[in-house]
């Protein structure tokens, strides 16, 4: 757009419109007043000019403030993003700015969310963002904080977006025969090596077997699972209590494994086929799956390429579907939400809830405990 020669000019369809210069941008315009209403309210021409004028100085008032809050609220993301860089890993740094491009002001957040919905993201993945944009404007407040203290004037607090966070998604469950499945599998394989492959590569199948126990009869996470030593392990004979201890140490691979406070606990097992499994294992490490895999990501994706193998949807994300099969069946046998809470270290039944399979609530398994009574 040519820059005009007046602030404002008529156009064909005889509406006065006032320009308005950004610099580095093209001129923008904006309504003032149609000529009709114009004339009506001022009959000569000086009258018209000083109406003209005070219009345009109005809507240049609302143009400049608008343009700084703009201005402000991106150099503030800009601002966070540094901060981010330097704390924070360069993935994270990754997420953090696909997720603030996307945001404009904090009154577009509840539009997001439903744009995030509709274009089918989980609502796991949706709670992620908002908890970026939150910390996003915690940290802008931290900031206006710090300047305000120094002016000696209010403090201001953050939104916590409460009204925004999304229903959180079920633990999607294996079934018995699908567990079941991928157990054959791995025993298929630790029988029938194939020839003039890696020793260490069997011995893969074997840990893979060992942590199939672990999270299918005792509930344990994937970090879990990688960081148990044997000297956690309390084996007692069968009918008496044996425990797993799950605390903070370092694991396999030399890396501090931090427990969260809730999560620590002395865990008792209470299948008795787990028990057999654990005293029939060689203590060939002092950590129970070795050192094999790197970390809890690696060990989940050996699962995921086994439940690919025997045609298990991708929608059960392991090791958290053994978890959920453990939590269901022993609920379904009778067990309280609160004592299977318990068992997986869960700081709220919330939580422990969206673990609990409902279609898996079978009636034989009421039946039997009918007839037990």
């Known amino acids: 757009m040519a820059r005009p020669t007046k602030q404002w000019a008529l156009d064909k369809r005889g509406n006065w419109k006032g320009y308005y210069h950004t610099p580095g941008k093209r001129a923008t315009e904006r309504l003032l007043i149609k000529d009709v209403d114009l004339r009506a309210q001022a009959r000569t021409k000086a009258q018209r000019d000083s109406l003209l004028a005070e219009l345009y100085a109005q809507k240049a008032s609302a143009e400049s403030s608008a343009t700084t809050q703009v201005s402000s609220f991106e150099s503030s993301k800009r601002a966070f993003l540094e901060f981010i860089a330097n704390e924070r890993s360069a993935n994270t740094l990754k997420e953090y700015s696909h997720t603030l491009a996307q945001l404009q002001s904090f009154e577009q957040v509840d539009l997001l969310k439903q744009q ?16 970026t944009i939150r910390s996003f404007e915690n940290w802008r407040v931290e900031q206006e904080n710090n300047e305000r203290a120094a002016k000696a004037l209010p403090l201001v607090h953050a939104r916590k977006f409460r009204n925004l966070k999304t229903d959180p998604a079920n633990i999607s469950s294996y079934s018995k025969e699908q567990a079941d499945n991928i157990l054959q ?5 630790i ?14 199948w074997e840990l893979l077997r060992r942590a199939w126990w672990l999270s299918r009869y005792a509930g344990l996470r994937g970090a879990e699972l990688l960081s148990l030593r044997w000297k956690d392990i309390k084996l007692a004979p069968l009918q008496e209590d044996s425990f797993l201890d799950i605390n903070s140490h370092e694991d396999a691979r030399g890396k501090w494994f931090q427990v969260k406070q809730h999560h620590a606990a002395v865990v008792p097992i209470v299948h008795d086929c787990l028990i057999e499994e654990l005293q029939s294992w ?18 989940s ?9 025997v ?32 068992l997986l270290r869960h700081s709220s039944i919330e939580t422990t809830e969206r673990y609990i399979d409902k279609r898996n609530n079978k009636i034989s398994a009421l039946r039997s405990l009918t007839k037990a009574a």
């Open 191 to 204: 029988a029938n090596p194939l020839p003039n492959v890696n020793p260490d590569f069997h011995r893969r």
């Open 311 to 342: 045609g298990i949807s991708d929608e059960i994300k392991p090791v958290h579907g053994f978890r959920a099969l453990f939590a269901t069946e022993l609920h379904n046998l009778g067990a309280s939400i609160y004592n299977v809470k318990e």
């Open 282 to 299: 060689e203590h060939d490490h002092e950590f129970v799956l070795g050192n094999y895999w790197k970390s809890s990501i690696e060990l």
């Open 116 to 131: 995030w919905a509709a274009a089918g993201q989980s609502p796991n993945t949706i709670n992620k963002k908002i908890r």
């Open 301 to 309: 994706r050996a699962f995921s390429r086994l439940q690919a193998q």
């Open 185 to 189: 599998l791995i025993e298929a394989r």
